[in-house]
């Protein structure tokens, strides 16, 4: 009953920003939590960042003072702001969220890549 559909992400120089969104649909009301995750080549995998209803953020220490995470709750929306890039972030960012009860449903993916 819930569908998410990540954008926003695309081919930036180090040191560049992005700002990924990820627009949510279906019944809405029924996500409990929501979080960013990327998987590098190679590698699992990992959490970035999650956002809470009632606001709450929490950041994988890799991204804490680069990344933010924030949201649109009338358009039901979940962003990630990214900044100052390095080529190491370069990976397919996934939506995630943990939808009542405790199911898990998960964007597409949107590839950022970093070049030096």
């Known amino acids: 009953q819930v569908q998410l559909v990540e954008s926003g992400g695309g081919s930036v120089q180090a040191g560049g920003s992005l700002r990924l969104s990820c627009a949510a649909s279906g019944r809405t009301s029924d996500i409990i939590f929501m979080d960013w995750y990327r998987q590098a080549p190679g590698k699992e995998r990992e959490l970035v960042a999650g956002?809470?209803?009632?606001?709450?953020?929490t950041y994988a220490d890799s991204v804490k003072g680069r990344f933010t995470i924030s949201r649109d709750i009338a358009k039901n929306t979940l962003y990630l702001q990214i900044n100052s890039l390095e080529p190491e972030d370069t990976a397919v960012y996934y939506c995630?969220?943990?939808?009542?009860?405790?199911?898990?449903?998960w964007g597409q993916g949107t590839q950022v890549t970093v070049s030096s």
């Open positions: 956002l809470s209803r009632s606001g709450s953020s």
């Open positions: 995630h969220a943990v939808v009542n009860i405790y199911h898990n449903v």
